[in-house]
């Protein structure tokens, strides 16, 4: 397993995602962090008066936009 910027790469392809910390091959990346196909599919389906709508903002604020100077 090869360690790059807290994002976990196995030799397989897999990555880390970012919301349920599990390594997977298929999903997304958004800056330079991956959200599963999993993850994705309910963070989109997840109505904002749901309980797990506050977890998956909670998760997504670990993704951080890089500033230019």
Same mark, same amino acid.
Do not use: A, W
């Given at each position: 397993?090869?360690?790059?910027?807290?994002?976990?790469?196995?030799?397989?392809?897999?990555?880390?995602?970012?919301?349920?910390?599990? @390594?997977?091959? @298929?999903?997304?990346?958004?800056? @330079?962090?991956?959200?599963?196909?999993?993850?994705?599919?309910?963070?989109?389906?997840?109505?904002?008066?749901?309980?797990?709508?506050?977890?998956?903002?909670?998760?997504?604020?670990?993704?951080?936009?890089?500033?230019?100077?």
């Amino acid at each position: 397993m090869i360690v790059i910027d807290n994002l976990k790469v196995t030799n397989t392809g897999h990555k880390q995602c970012v919301v349920c910390d599990q @390594e997977k091959s @298929e999903g997304i990346h958004l800056v @330079e962090q991956f959200i599963c196909e999993d993850c994705e599919r309910q963070i989109v389906l997840t109505d904002p008066d749901d309980l797990f709508y506050h977890y998956y903002l909670k998760k997504m604020k670990k993704i951080k936009i890089p500033t230019i100077n």
